[in-house]
């Protein structure tokens, strides 16, 4: 038919052509035998209207091309093709009929886009069509993709291979959805957050169940020293006994569990096919292993294919619920401070993973847990520090002044604690190391206060001060401050020890000393007389070498460590050369002690042993 018309349409042009052509020819010939202005005037006059009417006719043919293309185009988009009515309505999904699906919605807009076309006669008999099309797509595109969702709550099923080899394959399906029937898609996107919802809540759920079987209990509540009077049945049993008792104040190879922060969770059946138990701040780190994974795939997933950020959180609710309770419970059962300390150190090792992954769907989750946690750990800490004030130092004695298993298991904890504090504890726990160590200042003066003699109480205080010189050495540069404070205190009774040794064995040259010379050896506090030194310069000489062996023996037995003794030996040696050296000159400037020459034990036989039982401690 548009043939036909331009045939017509050429017509005219082309006679008009014609006549201007037998025009030009009557000129050519007119011109030649006449002269005649007239006549020429009349032909240059039909040339130009001949003239404009081509160029009318030009326009006319140039606008019915126009208006025919356009019309061409406008059939074209708006009626549905066989082909088209067919897979949209029998066809299955799959890549033709999301090619087809395009097609559709293109037209569908195309009826949408100009309120001039919605006005035509040609749009309206065809829109009701169009419409049918629209919601037989919607029914079937939203019962194809409900039906995916629906297959993901099957035993078994591998939920994210699912979400990334079909689902995202078919996006457009979403977005057609979205683009032509915002209330299906409305429902679609709230089949997913149910069904994901039940899933992934029973998933963490039996984790959760499978992974409690796994739990080493540690930190009861009678697990606290002091706690209450079940405590003194564990005391006489020993230190062995307090071995596994211990745990909970000892970070050991506990602290292996935040260089494996990002290493796969625990396989439960495994686990139980070993019979293996776990402290719980393993199986803590496993849960929020699973959680950061599950939810990084998901958030990305519904991110791209729903476009939805705030799904995830729905989606999530019911799984933060879960663990949300599990937590609540398992907290309030728990007094083992250094679990809650690395539960915190692995939370927030867990939020710098997540900001590495740039992901921050679980930003408030873990900020959440963080809440939990600092406070109850505050609260069992203050149990520690109360229950060692207030546990019955009698009934806790020991007759012994090696370092006590107690006083033992609080250093191991304070140094357990400066570790993590250095590890993620942005210094909250200054204050409370401060607190933690009055604390065990108290316990080891009413231990030692249960001793007969100051000798004995030096030398229990001193014990305990090297012992925890040397677990917090174990600590690192962390703990320096707390080191130089119990160094500065075993310096103190060192010397307090030593006086008390040498009094012992040698009171009465120590009391003459003190009482009679200076230590600059020129002037006497008291003038003494040859009565005075005599019996102190013979009584030395008897049993000098008896007292020294006795004095070393007693260090030997009663020191903690071969580093601490010989540093006391040492000591005592030196004050003992010292001091005898100073009787010595007090001896030669008295009038008539040449008499006790005899009797003084030379400075280098008194040197010679005491460098013998120097190299043999």
């Known amino acids: 038919m548009a043939a036909c018309h331009s045939v017509h349409d050429a017509d005219p042009f082309r006679r008009l052509m014609l006549r201007m052509r037998a025009t030009a020819r009557k000129l050519t010939n007119w011109s030649s035998r006449t002269t005649g202005n007239v006549h020429i005037g009349s032909l240059s006059s039909e040339l130009r209207s001949l003239h404009e009417r081509s160029l009318d006719l030009g326009v006319r043919l140039k606008n019915r091309k126009l208006a025919e293309t356009k019309l061409a185009a406008f059939v074209e988009e708006i009626v549905a093709p066989p082909g088209l009515v067919n897979v949209i309505i029998d066809g299955e999904v799959n890549d033709d009929y999301i090619k087809s699906l395009n097609m559709l919605s293109k037209k569908l807009k195309f009826a949408q886009v100009d309120p001039l076309l919605n006005a035509s006669k040609a ?215 250094i679990c809650l300390m690395l539960m915190i150190c692995i939370t927030k090792k867990h939020q710098l993973v997540m900001s590495n992954r740039r992901l921050p769907c679980l930003d408030t989750y873990l900020d959440k847990s963080l809440i939990y946690l600092w406070p109850r750990f505050k609260t069992v800490f203050d149990m520690y520090i109360q229950n060692l004030y207030q546990c019955d130092a009698k009934m806790l004695w020991v007759d012994g002044t090696h370092p006590h298993h107690i006083v033992r298991c609080y250093m191991e904890f304070t140094a357990s604690l400066v570790q993590l504090n250095a590890e993620c504890g942005d210094g909250q726990l200054d204050m409370s190391l401060k607190r933690l160590r009055l604390a065990v200042d108290d316990l080891l003066v009413r231990f030692a206060e249960k001793f007969a003699t100051q000798k004995l109480q030096h030398l229990f205080l001193l014990n305990n001060c090297d012992m925890a010189i040397s677990i917090l050495k174990e600590a690192g540069e962390e703990a320096k401050e707390l080191r130089r404070y119990f160094e500065e205190k075993l310096e103190s009774n060192l010397v307090l020890f030593v006086d008390e040794l040498l009094m012992e064995y040698f009171g009465d040259l120590i009391k003459f000393v003190k009482n009679h010379i200076s230590e600059d050896l020129i002037s006497y506090t008291e003038c003494p007389n040859i009565a005075d030194v005599e019996p102190v310069v013979k009584n030395f000489a008897v049993k000098w070498r008896t007292a020294l062996e006795l004095m070393h023996n007693e260090v030997v037995t009663c020191c903690s460590n071969f580093v601490s003794g010989m540093a006391i030996l040492k000591a005592a040696m030196a004050q003992l050369l010292n001091d005898y050296n100073r009787l010595s000159e007090c001896v030669k400037m008295i009038p008539g002690g040449s008499s006790l020459n005899r009797n003084l034990v030379s400075i280098t036989s008194l040197s010679y042993e005491i460098r013998k039982y120097s190299r043999t401690l």
Do not use: W
Request: hydrophobic share 40%; net charge neutral.
């Open 123 to 337: 749009l309206k008999d065809i829109k009701q069509e169009l419409e049918r099309l629209r919601k037989k797509a919607l029914s079937k595109v939203s019962a194809y993709v409900i039906g995916i969702f629906s297959s993901m709550r099957k035993p078994g099923t591998n939920i994210q291979i699912l979400q990334q080899n079909l689902l995202q394959k078919y996006r457009y399906l979403l977005l057609f959805l979205k683009e032509h029937g915002i209330e299906t898609y409305n429902d679609v996107c709230a089949a997913y957050v149910d069904k994901m919802n039940k899933v992934l809540s029973e998933d963490f759920r039996v984790y959760l169940e499978a992974l409690e079987s796994l739990k080493l209990d540690i930190g009861v509540s009678t697990d606290v020293i002091g706690y209450d009077a079940n405590i003194g049945d564990l005391i006489p049993r020993g230190r062995e006994q307090l071995r596994n008792h211990r745990f909970m104040f000892s970070l050991g190879e506990r602290s292996n569990i935040l260089k494996e922060i990002d290493q796969p969770g625990l396989v439960p059946r495994i686990s139980e096919a070993n019979s293996l138990k776990y402290p719980y701040e393993v199986i803590f780190r496993s849960l929020q292993k699973l959680l950061m994974d599950t939810a990084s795939s998901e958030y990305i997933f519904i991110k791209a294919f729903f476009r939805e950020e705030s799904m995830f959180y729905q989606v999530f609710e019911g799984p933060f619920a879960v663990i949300d309770e599990n937590m609540k419970l398992t907290l309030a059962n728990s007094h083992d401070a």
